[in-house]
């Protein structure tokens, strides 16, 4: 890279999983955007046509209306290739396909399981995890190898468990893991505020909050916004909303809520979650939240089915085509998205504030080091620091510290491909409840239908 | 008290709960056959006739066959005068009467929970916290009053809320918690070691354990014995008597286990736990050991009936009966408890190292400061210091985080007398899993039963 | 204060200490050029007359040239008045008078005690906080009760036991320490960036630091600009300089430094200590760098003598006269403060990341819990939060923990007013050196020479 | 070894240094007196003689007067053989010779550097620990390879160091250090509650304190003997004897003191020290107490010459001649070493507490991890834990952390060969207060003085 007087040319951003239908695309809109950067970015997946398919929609960014500086995109038939002199990785895989995916999420349904999610805790995170920390090893390798000094955004999940596989294959990486679930609160807070004061709240990154957790399961210890008591408008905004829940913009989307759980959770700890709801149910015990549809319905959520995911994977690869051949034209959007703006500050052209995933070095000093958990951080010109956020309070403790342990145990269990270990972790999950023996069947059965990608696991 | 060549004359002992009918006897007992030491023993409980009773059953003890000291027993009137200028103070009470403990263990039932012990944790144990910690209270301000230098031996349930409750309102108070289950833990050990070698261990005691844990949620992170392998004895035990469990003594008891959900939880975590199986479950969800009575039996152990805690009440009243006017004449016998041993320790006469409750300062480093926890202790000549105890082990930590949430929240709520803080512990204990508004009928119920013993708690 | 589509108008400051002839109009000067706040500062100092001049002197900035903003100066006679209703406190105050500060820097010379500053720490410093917290603690208990949730901002020496003080007489305060201190370092960086590469740094501000320690004897642990590697181009330049140093701008100044002290640290540490060598000098065992005049001379700077602030005071009082009289003319200069910025951030209107004199909640995690720190803070709409900034680096730890464990001993011995108490910090100060009764000589004449302001100690 | 009814037989111990002519003699007359406990000693030294001429007198010692059990000593003429098998080792070495112990005390003088030992801290204890710590190595490797369950009991200098590189080499050692050093401040205890109630104490033992620190400077937080109040009466026996100091038994010796650096620390601190005077003054700046001979004259003490050194070892020559052709008869003499009585404890045939050094693991929580410290642990059946100790305090902490700091950076230093980051350690320790030039100066003579054993640091 370059610095100039207008910013920083010459970039080069590696994208690992670039032949992505989805999240690709809002970063080719995003850097669209950036005035004062340009470069270029290698595309890298292990489906290499996808990445051409980029490569070209990419390219066609620089011609769009709004488009502000100029980036080439470059498909890579290696992951070497890709890597080669990055400043910048962003890694957004999917480990193994959907059919992977449906076993995670369906199979422990015959058990009396149900996910609404199932990618991040619970049986299918666990299992999930199992494939996808070798093949963050293997980019790890890569990027010591390639890249050392590069910046590393991970959007991959399960989240923690990636950027801990990342630090533990590299400890000197520069990594962290990106999610944008904590907006979802600010907005419900926002919406307090307006409900409360008439005021409107021009953007949920106005609502200045302090995080503590892990990865879609983190908690507001404080949030303030002007001179409002906010956390006294949230408690009152709950009691009036407690029974109905918020009403969600597109009923039938699989994706929302209606923040009862949200509300629940508040009324048990006196913190607001900061995750939606189909991710925090995960995280609690199944009877809580997840003991079958009706009561999923009931607290104003649903679970996204895989096979809702194979569909809508059909309707981007027909987009993607469109996109290509020129039939739909690329349009730059606002994502609301927080990597670029995360890329301008560590090149030092503004300093920000916003929550990732970062090993714990003492930022929660209730919860192990080591452990990857989300709270704010500082990024500037190539550094970035975790806000000091404070102790889980009391009563949330002991449900992020079932996690926080999980966490490491399977942090283990995959590093040394032990499913023994595993095990542990997967009998003691509070959605598992099952017996050792019954728990072990479960487990064993979607170790069997995914074992395609857990061939180093069985010896 | 008075140092001279044999030892340590002129002991004052003051006994809260001085009108028990079985502890009380043990430590007659185990006082009568300590050669180097003798004194007064003051008696003080709020049914004075059982104390006045226990004077006349104590001053046999010096004529019982084989004393070897003499004590003075003294029902007192009031609890200041029993602990004025008192070294040592017993404290072994019962908080309210079994009517309240039925409420405690049986109300529950009603809502499918089923508690064996319900004194410690769980719906019974909190209930049982809120009257017992204002009791605590008057009992530590009249010991700063009357003799703030004195040790404090506490054997009253909860324990660890009751030991949390002196501490907080005496923060200078020399006082620790003492229970036995531990041993029971070393006994199923010394059984594997005979087992697998051959050996008879002498004692209980000849097995060196590290302990680390909440009182009755305690576990055994290091074993040793000789140059045996402990921990490999232990595990193969376990694998051969996983499925049946061991024999009972007494097959018709409901005070005794089969160590079954023990060898379940070596099973899950890989370390041992070190209470009774009745205790242990109480401290996991409700799913795994206690969903009715059959998965109860199932798992080698019963509930314990208030009932038969009433009916045993009136033995023990006969047998009082007995004892005071002669009919049965008083036994020294070998009771296995520590009392007299710690208090010949803090008086110099011996140094002695046993498991004991204390304010966790750091002596098991990933449990909040301040916490009651239980890890060896040195006791030496007016001394306990907890030995370094060390981590709670991966997978058992979420356990005891949740039961130690739990403590910190109800020793405020009994502190501050807030109902709805304690009822933030109840709908989050794990044998709960209620839903907010059944959770709080549930406990409304069980507050108005035992309102007698709450009315500081009801404004 | 009021929120408005530009900004927040009727914003109160209390200033107190707000005769100041020199931060106060800074302070007047950055609030003139903050076009999106607006509203009143009242001004309290105990010298009534030199707040009448500022209010004066305040309100002319309204129509200075490039004044954006208007704002309304009032001398108060009383805290209570100036305090009421406030949002933001700027407290800056001179404890005692220059005769105080006279005793404080020169007596302790007779016993070859040499100190450059004498305001932070030595027994200049421990002295003069003996005066300054007793004044701490009645501010805070006004704050407290006139204005609990204003944001304070301290900028009273010694700054880390004011900030203590304020925290320890009213904990529920949002307060801060701010100090220029460090900036001085980050220039220096800026020095050898442009020595080693030709490239000029446009703000001290744009290297960015990370900093741990306490006040006035902080250390940065990591320094990024862009894509430099600035520790090694810093470790190069120490080699080039460390023998003759950097030239001053004005070679008479005893405020500047030649930053030898600061190159020989960095020889002994590896770490850039970051701030004025006169006071990391002070931190450090006499014999190194303040044996005496010559010595000092030799390590390139100078000690500041009182007479020489009693001059500048005269000439500040001269201005002070003209600025009021109109003889000169208020000018809005560019100061390079914190201040206005900070107040802007905490209004919602940017976010900002600067460094801080923060309680230790954990941002340090090898100093102890409590002791007010240096470190990033992140400043964002009502909050503070510090940045968590990791451990004070081996070798350097232990001249902290040095200074930490003095201020702890010394935060006590003022808070019960007890002179026994401060003599251990002061015999135990590295500058000080003496053997006990020839130290509490110096220490009783110290305090008999300020008596006058420590009545309080004397019983 | 091998259990029986009366304790166990077979031990294996293996000496290294066990051509020791006065440890190794105190420990056959220890282990001859031991009645339930027998085996053999393997003796290994690089003075292969040596350790021949033990063998001899080991071997005498079953036929002495009062002995009870029967050993069997061999000299091994690889330290292989000596280890092979063994239950227990014994490490007491002399790095290098007393020519290389004359550089480490006597060649800093010409720098006015006052050593009275010499072989713990300052110039000579770190230089000293250059070399012994590769030394350590080569012994932890040999253990790791030969013996790697047994207990490791280490006497050798500096302590802590020796015992750091152990852990550091193999982290699985089962290694403490053992140290009598605190015996001579529980016995300063006993004589002042003689002084102050005409009781005498029986043995220093019976005076029960709590320690923390480091070996040499460590300190007594707690001390309880009955129901006096020690705290009390040594701050009384201190104002009395502060002057004068206590009288020496022999005025003569070197290795005496007056206890005045005790008193004079406890009036600075009001805590305990529990080292001798002559390593007490080596952790505090060189000008409180080692200025010159006349200064530390006044003090109370004196510094050991290594000539001293020599010449006794002349003498112990001589007698282990004496002792070997029996023109001496060996005795059995009550030595008050701790050693036997550990090793019976780690055979589980008693509870044993006593202080030792070993990794901080948070027994001490103000320290750092990993640091070796001492405190109290408990000895029983294969197992050591450390007591809970608590915080070094106050005022003190400063003084251990500097000293801590320096372990950490020798730690690395010797451990990576690396005199760079030694030299950082030496020029920051508290007695050379040079600066650089000189000091290195200082450092690379004592380096060139001691090179046959530094050859793998030079490269």
Redesign the interface.
């Known amino acids: 890279?370059k610095?100039t007087d207008h910013g920083v040319e010459n970039l080069k951003i590696a994208y690992i999983g670039g032949g992505s239908r989805g999240w690709a695309w809002k970063l080719m809109s995003d850097l669209a955007v950036a005035e004062d950067i340009s470069g270029q970015v290698d595309l890298y997946d292990i489906d290499y046509e996808a990445s051409l398919h980029n490569e070209i929609i990419g390219n066609k960014f620089n011609s769009a209306k709004g488009a502000k500086s100029t980036w080439t995109y470059n498909a890579r038939r290696t992951i070497d290739e890709a890597l080669c002199g990055a400043d910048f990785v962003v890694i957004s895989i999917l480990p193994g396909t959907f059919d992977e995916m449906e076993s995670d999420v369906h199979t422990p349904e015959k058990y009396g399981i149900f996910q609404p999610v199932g990618d991040t805790t619970g049986p299918g995170g666990i299992i999930r995890a199992l494939r996808t920390v070798p093949m963050m090893e293997v980019i790890a390798e890569a990027i010591k190898e390639h890249c050392p000094k590069a910046w590393v955004i991970n959007y991959t999940n399960p989240m923690a468990l990636c950027v801990k596989a990342l630090y533990d294959t590299f400890p000197e990486i520069k990594a962290f893991g990106c999610c944008h679930e904590v907006f979802g609160a600010q907005k419900v807070i926002a919406k307090a505020i307006r409900e409360a004061t008439g005021e409107e709240v021009a953007d949920h990154r106005?609502i200045?909050t302090?995080v503590v957790g892990v990865n879609h399961f983190t908690w507001i210890t404080?949030a303030?916004?002007?001179?409002y008591d906010v956390n006294k408008i949230y408690a009152d905004f709950v009691e009036r909303h407690y029974k109905d829940g918020l009403p969600k913009e597109n009923p039938a989307s699989t994706f929302e809520c209606a923040h009862k759980v949200k509300f629940?959770l508040y009324?048990?700890?006196?913190v607001i979650a900061a995750a939606g709801d189909r991710h925090l149910a995960e995280f609690c015990?199944g009877?809580?939240y997840l003991k079958d549809d009706e009561q999923i319905h009931d607290w104003g959520f649903a679970r996204t089915p895989v096979s809702y995911r194979k569909g809508d994977l059909c309707e981007r690869r027909a987009r993607s085509e469109r996109l290509r051949t020129g039939a739909e034209e690329v349009k730059i959007e606002n994502t609301g998205e927080d990597g670029v703006r995360q890329i301008r500050a560590l090149?030092?052209l503004e300093?920000?504030?916003t929550n990732v995933n970062l090993p714990n070095?003492?930022?929660i000093?209730?919860l192990?080091l080591g452990l990857i958990v989300e709270t704010?951080a500082?990024f500037?010109?190539?550094?970035v620091?975790?806000?000091?956020?404070?102790e889980v309070p009391?009563?949330v403790?002991?449900l992020v510290?079932?996690s926080?342990?999980?966490q490491?145990?399977m942090a283990r269990a995959a590093r040394e491909r032990d499913l023994d270990l595993a095990f542990?972790a997967f009998?003691?999950d509070p959605l598992v409840?099952l017996?050792?023996p019954t728990a072990r069947a479960l487990f064993d059965e979607m170790v069997e239908n995914t074992k395609k990608y857990l061939l180093e696991y069985i010896r």
Request: charged share 30%.
């Open positions: 890279m610095y106005a200045k302090n404080d303030s916004y002007h001179d629940d009324r048990r700890y006196g015990e009877s809580w090149l030092g300093d920000f504030i070095r003492g930022q000093p209730n192990p704010n500082t500037r010109d190539d550094a620091d975790p806000v000091f956020a404070g009391e009563g403790w002991q510290s079932r926080a342990d999980s490491l145990i542990k009998v003691n409840g017996d050792i």
